[in-house]
């Protein structure tokens, strides 16, 4: 019976480990782990600053409310405050972003692939969507008008447009302390050294000539 007993307990211990649920940043162990940027020593996010060390500043960021940039050739800047920026994010598992779009800028199809985003409009609005992984590929899109709220689950496809003539404004919140980005376009066509012409035409069943224009442009 005891035998029994271990068996299952194991049993529900690899299902626990290999549940998605734990497939996020790990846990802080301590109060504090501010991260220290300026170790050399490599570790799975950021060394620990001393603690008696820690100041107000390291959990502090100023100037978010203040407008960015948004002229560029997607018509979009994304303002991330993660650890790098809030030393004080290093183990706690979130960040934070501001997205500035110019009237009919994008934010171009893109991944997080360490996290879920939970995305409200300040000011504006926004056509946003994710698409799901194969076979089904759906697509599943929403209109979004200030206050409203919209979620982008962790790993997929997804976007933001602003399709209106005035600028938008959206606040995001981000389940990793870096939740890095993918975004399509950059990584297919962009990449260093470039994927070749010939895997590319027909992965996207068109003439290389027309892969060639697209890179040129990344």
């Known amino acids: 019976m005891a035998a029994s007993y271990v068996l ?34 490599f570790v799975n996010g950021f060394v620990c600053k001393d603690p008696k060390l820690v100041k107000a500043e390291d959990f502090f960021f100023s100037g978010l409310d203040q407008p960015r940039n948004t002229s560029n050739k997607v018509g979009s800047n994304v303002t991330l405050l993660n650890a790098n920026r809030i030393p004080g994010l290093n183990t706690l598992g979130i960040s934070m972003a501001r997205v500035d779009y110019a009237p009919f800028g994008l934010n171009p199809p893109h991944i997080h692939p360490r996290a879920t985003e939970i995305q409200t409009v300040l000011e504006g609005s926004l056509y946003v969507g994710f698409v799901t992984s194969n076979p089904d590929n759906r697509l599943v ?24 003539t005035n600028k938008a404004v959206a606040l995001s919140g981000l389940s990793s302390q870096n939740p890095g980005v993918i975004t399509i376009a950059n990584s297919v066509f962009g990449s260093k050294p470039a994927i070749s012409d010939d895997i590319l035409a027909k992965a996207l069943g068109v003439d290389k000539k027309i892969v060639d224009r697209i890179q040129a442009h990344f």
């Open 8 to 41: 299952l307990l194991l049993a529900a211990l690899l299902a626990l480990a290999s549940s998605p649920a734990m497939a996020r940043d790990p846990g802080a162990l301590q109060d504090l782990c501010v991260a220290d940027n300026t170790s050399n020593v």
């Open 141 to 164: 899109t929403k209109v979004l008008r200030k206050g409203d709220v919209f979620v982008f689950p962790q790993g997929l496809i997804h976007f933001q447009f602003n399709y209106g």
